[in-house]
């Protein structure tokens, strides 16, 4: 088995409750979220390269807007890994899980990506 070692704990959005981060002009919805980092999927159209800077301001399914700057780490099809400037607060993190255990308890995240 290959096991890779996280600094943060990941959560996985099922797809009706992914948050939206949107940048300027370009949207892309979140397809996971730590306290370092995210997934994005993007539009074909967003182009970006390795240690890109990026930042924005992520949409809750909670309500709540989050700003948020960080740097591009990998990129596949449609989808980019952004590495955060500052970490979200835990509280921040844990809010989401207990919304996401409290309105799915019998829903399963989709899957991420493999990039």
Do not use: C
């Not at 096991?3 to 300027?24: C, D, K, S, T, W």
């Not at 979220?33 to 399914?61: C, H, K, Q």
């Amino acid at each position: 088995m290959n096991a890779i070692a996280r600094n943060h704990y990941r959560i996985q959005f099922p797809v009706q409750e992914r948050p939206i981060l949107h940048m300027g002009a370009t949207s892309a919805s979140v397809l996971n979220l730590s306290e370092g980092g995210l997934m994005m999927s993007v539009p074909s159209s967003f182009v970006v390269g390795f240690g890109d800077r990026l930042e924005g301001r992520i949409a809750m399914p909670t309500g709540q807007d989050l700003k948020i700057a960080g740097r591009v780490k990998r990129q596949g099809d449609h989808h980019v890994a952004l590495q955060f400037d500052e970490l979200i607060p835990l509280g921040v993190i844990m809010e989401l899980q207990r919304y996401l255990l409290t309105h799915y308890q019998d829903l399963e995240p989709a899957p991420s990506p493999k990039t």
